[in-house]
């Protein structure tokens, strides 16, 4: 495997026929990636170790590394200290025109996790790609319902939702029972919102609140 630096943000897709975006990986990032085939290669993103496949038409924005990806190690100390600058990079995106994007991890167009991801890593501390792989990577905060969840909630906490066994949203607590995410379509919103845990009439806030599953607490930075 040969490790390269993008030099532009490039689609990965989650199927060698490109029907569907997976992730995306922004410029600076580093890509692992074998002999590129003329077509879609499988290739993995260092900084949280996702696959996708990418298109040969990208290939011009790899660029082989000059020296090893090196993650740095972020503690609990320093993410409260950059926490209300990951909490202004989710409210800067929400004032960019843009719509809930499936896979969307840069900007202008996100989806719930990509959102999260982005937001943390423009202070420098990796998540995992996916709203599931984001809950199991934050420490669980005590509850198994809102009532019992809220009084653990701190600004800057993950909030997991989800009908299934594993989380399929996530988003950023604010405080005050307030917590900003992106969301899409089919839940009355196509894009970053703020939605509530406290009783509502809101239609979106009410969706969620019955998704509910639970909070998370970034203590530390994703290292391959």
């Not at 990986?25 to 170790?49: I, K």
């Not at 202008?108 to 990509?114: A, V």
Request: overall charge negative.
């Amino acid at each position: 495997m040969q490790l390269y630096q993008l030099t532009a943000t490039v689609n990965l897709y989650d199927a060698p026929t490109g029907d569907r975006l997976a992730t995306q990986g922004a410029a600076g990032r580093f890509l692992w990636a074998p002999t590129l085939e003329t077509e879609r290669t499988y290739v993995q993103l260092a900084e949280d170790e996702y696959w996708g496949w990418l298109d040969p038409q990208d290939y011009r924005h790899l660029t082989p590394a000059t020296q090893p990806y090196q993650p740095i190690a972020r503690d609990r100390a320093y993410i409260e200290a950059v926490l209300e600058e990951v909490i202004a990079f989710c409210f800067a995106a929400q004032q960019i025109p843009h719509e809930y994007l499936w896979g969307g991890t840069v900007a202008p167009n996100y989806d719930c996790s990509g959102l999260m991801q982005a937001s943390f890593a423009s202070q420098g501390i990796w998540l995992p790609r996916d709203a599931y792989q984001q809950e199991a990577f934050a420490t669980p905060l005590r509850g198994n319902s809102i009532a019992e969840t809220l009084p653990q909630l701190q600004r800057g906490d993950l909030v997991f939702f989800g009908t299934g066994d594993k989380a399929s949203h996530v988003g950023l607590y604010l405080g005050q029972g307030q917590y900003i995410h992106s969301s899409g379509k089919e839940y009355g919103r196509n894009g970053i919102g703020i939605d509530t845990l406290y009783p509502s009439e809101d239609a979106v806030s009410i969706a969620y609140q019955q998704q509910f599953r639970g909070g998370g607490r970034i203590n530390y930075s994703y290292l391959p």
